[in-house]
Structure formats: C-alpha cells, structure tokens
C-alpha cells in the first residue's frame, strides 16, 4: 500500500532552517509528481510546491519563493523541502503529497500524516 511518511520538522527560532524529508513507499516513486503542502492553525490547506517526476521542473508558492527548495531522490524513494529563512507564519503542519500521474494536473491521491513546523524565538 501507498505510505508517505514525513519527517524533520521541529521548533526552530526566526530565520532558522529545517529540512523536511519525506519517505515513500508502495508505489513507483520516480513515475510521479510530488507536492508539499501544508495547514497553519485555523486555516486552509496551502500548496507549498511541487516537483515532477524526473525533478526536470520545480514549482513555488510566491511565499517560499527564494526561500525554500524542494529536490528528490527517486533512488531512495524520498522527497525533501529545504527550508531556510523561516518566518512565522511559515508555522504549520506540513504535508507530502502524491500526485496522480508524472506531471502537474492539480490533482492528489495520497497524503502523509504530516509534519509539525513551529516556528518561534
């Protein structure tokens, strides 16, 4: 069965980074786009970015824009965010999504059980 499993999410202080990595399985990873997206408390779901399936393309939310870089890995299955300069209203739960085929189409089949980001001083 399909399992992501997010990982490395923490407290850190303003301006900090983290490093959020997220392990999949039961499927063929490196035939499919991947996306992060995440929740803050008391709002909406918000797409973070996503990559394709080859990492040939990258795509940002103007908010992480030159902040964040997501990669991935296809022969170990992972997909990572790299967070540097992290604000607080970058706070939230993070989650790695599935897309449904190799490239973009807005449309997702599987989540993680997502990955706690606070960020505070």
């Known amino acids: 069965q399909v399992q992501l499993v997010e990982s490395g999410g923490g407290l850190v202080q303003p301006g900090g980074s983290l490093r959020l990595s997220c392990a999949a399985s039961?499927?063929?990873?490196?035939?499919?786009?991947m996306s992060w997206v995440r929740q803050a408390p008391g709002k909406g779901l918000e797409w973070v970015s996503s990559?394709?399936?080859?990492?040939?393309?990258?795509y940002y939310a103007d908010k992480v824009k030159g902040r964040f870089t997501i990669s991935r890995d296809n022969a170990k299955n992972t997909l990572y965010l790299q967070m540097n300069s992290l604000k607080s209203e970058d706070a939230a739960v993070f989650y790695c999504?599935?897309?449904?085929?190799?490239?973009?189409?807005?449309?997702?089949?599987?989540w993680g059980q997502g990955t706690q980001v606070t960020v505070s001083s």
């Open positions: 039961g499927f063929t990873f490196s035939n499919y786009y």
């Open positions: 990559m394709d399936s080859d990492g040939g393309n990258t």
């Open positions: 999504v599935k897309g449904i085929g190799p490239y973009g189409s807005g449309y997702y089949d599987y």
